[in-house]
């Protein structure tokens, strides 16, 4: 080699790299064989994780069909309109206190290990979803809220365990089957908020016990407490720890042997180091993953307290006058069309197109799921009965398809939620700041959460009652935003390892 080829040879080495390097960057065939070879699912592993993942979205959405009726159970306002007011309130308390443990257990995982962590935040959701069945009065319900947000706080650390049990290679078969958790959480957990909410009213003969009568929203969260146990049984004998300091049986690299037979060996590799949080932000593309997130979370999270809202408020102030169980079938026909769309599509479409590219297609598509809400209005004013007040057989047909319309757009907008998490591991500057990364993208989200359900409802409710736009205002606000988060969306694509590569 001469020095001019010396000079101009800027390939960085480190103790992993063979000390013998041979270029095949002009034989095609060389770099077909060269290409790797797909590593094999861990079929156990992704199976107990998918258990524990389970447990938080069956929580987390099973009191969503019927929290508006318990805030009016609770007598705080004569209002209906007012309403969602507090319910939005209720759900912020939680995604408060996510956002201020959301970053602390990521570094907490980094040091103990990812199954304490994990473990230890389930049994508290357990026991305060608990509690908020048992709750009675506003106080209460926030308080148990407010420590149900602080434990599930450990989604991060969820995410990592997925980042480091695969790889690049095989990572598109996983993500789709972990994508799965959410939307069949999001299906079971409005099945039984909805069917087993006062249910010594709905089923008398076989639960019409004094104490149901007296707390009417106990066994939905006692259902889902014991679907958290048995998630922490089968994840305490199945997952294994997957942080790299923690993990047994450490496998050391070897190098190749060369043709001739020589082994060439080296010192193992320093452990390497997580960067401090201000260093990761320094990043561009983390940043803007950050700040998107951010985006998504407040669009995802202002279209779910939305929906249901619209749903649960009268046809004349602008909503559907659903009861707490056709909520629950809409939210779970919602679940549905997101496991399919998982189950069907997702690997295809990650197989298919570049990661950052398919994040800023699901994003674009946000304006045009709010803006389906009010011809869904339309629809039941066109078909209410003045005299009857009953819907028509046909309006009720239309409904239910418009609804599962607007559900599918939103399922394919939040495919974007699965998307960042293959961005933050292909982008995150080392594999030990690869729990730090997920955290603070999570932090980013649970910022929007922690105030986007209050906002939403609030703006909602002083539309309607205020007649605001026609009743519409909510709808121009949160188009605008819509469109606010494709402009950051499109940050991600300029900074993607991939796209500038």
Known sequence: MTPANIANDTTNYDETCPLLHTSNAHNPEAQIAEKPKSTPVPKGQLAALCIVRLVDPIAFTQLFPYVNEFMSDLHLTDDPSKIGFYSGLVESAFAISQLCSIYQWAKISDVIGRRPVIFFGIIGLAITTVMFGLSKSLASVLVARCLGGLFSGNI???????????????????????????PLGSIIGPLIGGTFSHPASKYPEMLGYQFLKDYPYFLPCFIAFVIAMIGIFLGFIFLEETLPSKRNGKKSCSLN??????????????????????????????????????????????????????????????????????????????????????????????????????????????PYTFLVLPILNLIARAGLDETTGELGTTTVALLWVGIAFVLML?????????????????NAPNAASLGQSNGIVQFAMCFARSFAPFVVSALFSISTEYNLLFGQLWLVIMVTISFLGMTTSRKIEQNSVKTIG
Not at 157 to 181: F, K
Not at 269 to 277: G, Q, R
Not at 412 to 426: D, G, Q
Request: with cysteine; charged share 10%; hydrophobic share 45%.
């Open 410 to 426: 939103t399922k394919v907008a939040c495919l974007a939620y699965p998307v960042s998490m293959i961005l933050i591991k292909e």
């Open 257 to 366: 042997s060369n043709t001739n037979g020589d082994r060439a060996t080296t010192a193992p590799a320093l452990p390497e180091k997580p960067l401090s949080v201000s260093k990761l932000l320094s990043i561009p593309i983390i940043s803007a993953l950050a700040l998107s997130g951010f985006m998504l979370s407040y669009l995802g999270t202002s279209f779910d307290v939305v929906f249901v809202l619209f749903c649960y408020s009268p046809i004349e102030s602008g909503g559907l006058a659903f009861s707490a169980s056709q909520i629950g079938y809409s939210l779970a026909t919602s679940g549905a069309i997101g496991a399919a769309i998982q189950l069907c599509i997702m690997s295809y479409l990650l197989r298919t197109f570049d990661s950052a590219k398919m994040y800023c297609f699901c994003i674009s598509i946000w």
């Open 156 to 182: 991060a650390v969820i995410h990592s365990v997925l980042g480091e049990i695969t790889d690049s290679t095989n990572q598109m078969v996983a993500l789709p089957i972990y994508g799965l958790t959410w």
